[in-house]
Nanobody
């Protein structure tokens, strides 16, 4: 049974922007810190950004720092990743991660001219 779902991916040209969303059930969202990861074909899954419940502890991978912004709306049970200045190397399946749950399907982000 699907407990959360990522959305908002798509095809964008270099320099473009996308906003990803991860919406979860209330029980999952209330008890979890959340992170964004990404995985490109042939590459290991890598950490992108993380945020705690109160949004007072946020971290980013160096590769996305200054371009991506992670945020959450607890009232909407939704995690966001605003991605600006997208580069071809950002192309990957983006996945949200809850500490006690397996990986979901993710949402595809493709950056290409």
């Amino acid at each position: 049974q699907v407990q959360f779902v990522e959305s908002g991916g798509g095809l964008v040209q270099p320099g473009g922007s996308l906003r990803l969303s991860c919406t979860a059930s209330g029980s999952i969202f209330r008890t979890s810190n959340i992170a964004w990861y990404r995985q490109a074909p042939g590459k290991e899954r890598e950490f992108v950004a993380a945020i705690n419940w109160s949004s007072n502890t946020i971290s980013y991978a160096d590769s996305v720092k200054g371009r991506f912004t992670i945020s959450r709306d607890n009232a909407k049970n939704t995690l966001y990743l605003q991605m600006n200045g997208l580069k071809p190397e950002d192309t990957a399946v983006y996945l949200c991660k809850f500490p006690s749950l397996p990986w979901g399907q993710g949402t595809q982000v493709s950056v290409s001219s």
